[in-house]
């Protein structure tokens, strides 16, 4: 049974943890040898990190900043910094950890504000991609999932703070936003 709100199942929470075993091995070998720090994104990358990082073998570190663009289902386009990092990032690897990248506005401020504290490399770890959207020109260099232009709920991803405990990714019923 789907819960109310939800119009169909785009990525089934077992696609997901598999997915994440093949992100999480990738990321331990390109980053031998070094301690990355993950940056989570609040609130939308908590339940991605927590699966992704059972599956990185190697030494790592955990922050989370949490910044906010979108109000409903529109991005408004102006980045708030609503927590920031509470430890020096200096001559690290970060890997900043997103639940999604939509028009891209929200990561580039991320990533030049982390870079503007001093980062060594600076990459992304995105649950899902939705490249038709895009505005600013930014990739991903780790994506779990490409997805068509659908407004989608769940494993993290809220509509109005809700639906963030389902353990898939469903598309949101039109109704409840037209
Ligand atoms: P961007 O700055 O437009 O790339 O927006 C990224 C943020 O917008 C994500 O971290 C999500 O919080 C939110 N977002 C974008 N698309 C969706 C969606 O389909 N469902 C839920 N949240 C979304």
Do not use: W
């Not at 199942?9 to 070094?34: F, H, P, W």
């Not at 989370?64 to 991005?75: K, Q």
């Amino acid at each position: 049974m789907l819960a109310s709100g939800v119009d169909r199942i785009l990525i089934s929470e077992e696609e997901i943890i598999e997915r994440c075993k093949v992100l999480g091995a990738q990321i331990s070998k390109d980053y031998e040898g070094s301690a990355p720090v993950f940056i989570g994104l609040l609130k939308g990358s908590v339940p991605f990190m927590a699966e992704l990082i059972k599956h990185v073998s190697i030494d790592c570190m955990l922050e989370f900043m949490d910044v906010s663009s979108y109000s409903g289902t529109e991005s408004t386009g102006d980045v708030k910094i609503v927590k920031d990092l509470d430890c020096s990032i200096k001559d690290l690897d970060v890997i900043i950890v997103e639940d999604i990248v939509d028009t891209g506005r929200t990561l580039n401020t991320v990533v030049e504000l982390l870079y503007s504290k001093g980062a060594k490399s600076v990459k992304v770890c995105s649950l899902l991609d939705k490249p038709d959207r895009r505005i600013v020109d930014i990739t991903a260099d780790y994506v779990g999932f490409k997805i068509p232009n659908e407004f989608v709920i769940g494993f993290g991803l809220d509509f109005n703070q809700k639906y963030r405990n389902l353990p898939y990714v469903g598309v949101l019923k039109e109704e409840c936003y037209k």
